[in-house]
């Protein structure tokens, strides 16, 4: 076999092994991009999660034993996740909330599916929850006494690219606010007529 014989298979073996090796690191940096893709969009739609939460909350506190509170509630959590596409909501808990933010009981909440909606009429949820063991009529709204309220969101998180062939991701997130005092109107003050004396 001739130099130039030699020089050609060395030269075929080189090209065959920059191929081999441009594919295998292609696919890792695909693989990469991907990822953090799925990743960095799951963390923003759990931010989503977050503020929905707050903002049921929010609600709640304000709307206190209002008889339309927890469809307030309702429509304020699926207001903030109305434009996400990859998270599922599964589950909508109304709950009076101990010191550390958790529920007391399960003898104190109210369940909805995540697809309850409400019917604007009556103000009133058109599917009847799940768990309804806290209604707001015997929520408590005294000073100093106020229910602190809790609302749970347990939801599912679709990935994009669903390279690891898991499918989605389970979650849950919930924000606790006191329920809100009502302003009482002040005693009305007497107004008393002072006549000047003269000396």
Not at 93 to 102: P, R, T, V
Not at 116 to 129: L, M
Not at 141 to 167: H, K, M
Request: aromatic share 8%; with cysteine; glycine share 8%.
């Amino acid at each position: 076999m001739g130099t130039s014989m030699v020089m050609w298979h060395k030269r075929r073996a080189s090209r065959g092994q920059a191929l081999v090796e441009t594919a295998l690191f292609l696919t890792i940096l695909l693989l990469m991009v991907t990822g953090g893709s799925d990743i960095s969009t799951l963390l923003d739609d759990h931010l989503n999660i977050v503020y929905a939460a707050r903002e049921g909350a929010r609600v709640g506190s304000i709307m206190g034993a209002n008889s339309n509170a927890d469809c307030a509630i309702l429509g304020a959590v699926q207001a903030a996740l109305a434009d996400d596409r990859n998270v599922t909501l599964h589950d909508i808990i109304i709950y009076s909330a101990d010191q550390n933010g958790l529920p007391i009981s399960i003898h104190q909440e109210e369940e909805y599916t995540g697809a309850t909606q409400c019917d604007p009429t009556t103000g009133q949820p058109t599917i009847a929850p799940i768990v309804n063991n806290w209604p707001a009529s015997v929520r408590t709204t005294t000073a100093f006494l106020e229910d602190s309220l809790g609302v749970e969101l347990d939801y599912s998180y679709s990935f994009q690219f669903n390279l690891l062939g898991g499918g989605s991701f389970s979650g849950a997130d919930h924000a606790v606010m006191p329920i809100a005092v009502p302003l009482y109107p002040t005693p009305t003050a007497r107004l008393w007529r002072v006549t000047p004396t003269w000396g």
